[in-house]
């Protein structure tokens, strides 16, 4: 992983690792293979022990610390220093390729604000993404197309709002983009040909891992829609205020 100036993992230098080569690390966490055997029908503890024994000689290689607490502690102390997320596994738990048994969890903890919806893609249900954004001014500003977190009742509802606020012109300042996006589809003139517009008047709920260096969200689900907010209220500072 890179490491930002304050010594947490940063998405954005790892995906930016030629320019920013001296940040990154590698960090060792259990132990497959060992001296050509097979260490993965021991038990995590028996791996780790084996795993401590190891000497590394680059002062950029680490091996991972476990903690035992619980999982509310742990999962706020990785809030508290902004962290995305946190894995769990059973100490005494083998190794498995593939197999989903429970013996290991991955929780992320996500960022939340409102966003103003102004436009979808067409599919199922009515809608396949909404497309939103936040205002800068006068101006809406595009951060996201957001598919997931719907089922498809909750895609008939919100759709149900959509329908009715359609208009033939795009809202945003910024579209089409410029630049391949590097996270998601990248909405350019042509696929903004697919999209529905519409008055930029209703707020979702959208959780998201964080903001990358091209003002776009990554990772970002549907929560909600906010009746209770104004759309022209969302600027990117007023965002995740109650």
């Known amino acids: 992983m890179a490491l930002d100036d304050s010594g947490k993992p940063a998405f954005n230098l790892l995906q930016t690792y030629r320019s920013a080569a001296a940040r990154i690390h590698y960090f060792v966490f259990d132990l497959l293979v060992y001296q050509g055997r097979d260490m993965m029908g021991l038990s995590l503890e028996e791996r780790r022990k084996i795993l401590h024994s190891l000497k590394f000689s680059s002062p950029r290689v680490h091996l991972v610390e476990y903690q035992e607490t619980s999982a509310t502690e742990i999962l706020a102390a990785v809030k508290g220093l902004g962290l995305e997320g946190v894995i769990a596994k059973r100490k005494g738990s083998r190794y498995e390729p593939g197999e989903r048994n429970g013996a290991w969890v991955k929780c992320r903890v996500h960022k939340s604000q409102e966003f103003v919806i102004g436009g979808y893609f067409p599919g199922s249900h009515g809608f396949d993404s909404i497309i939103v954004g936040y205002y800068r001014g006068k101006d809406l500003i595009y951060v996201a197309r957001t598919r997931n977190g719907f089922v498809p ?82 600027t990117k500072e007023y965002c995740g205020k109650v």
């Open 153 to 234: 009742a909750s895609r008939r509802q919100v759709f149900a709002k959509l329908k009715d606020r359609v208009v033939p012109t795009c809202a945003f300042v910024n579209l089409p983009e410029a630049h391949p996006a590097r996270f998601g589809r990248e909405l350019d003139a042509e696929a903004m040909k697919k999209a529905v517009w519409l008055r930029p008047e209703l707020v979702a709920q959208i959780e998201f891992l964080e903001w990358t260096e091209a003002d776009r969200l990554r990772h970002s689900k549907f929560v909600g829609l906010r009746e209770d907010k104004d759309a022209r209220q969302i």
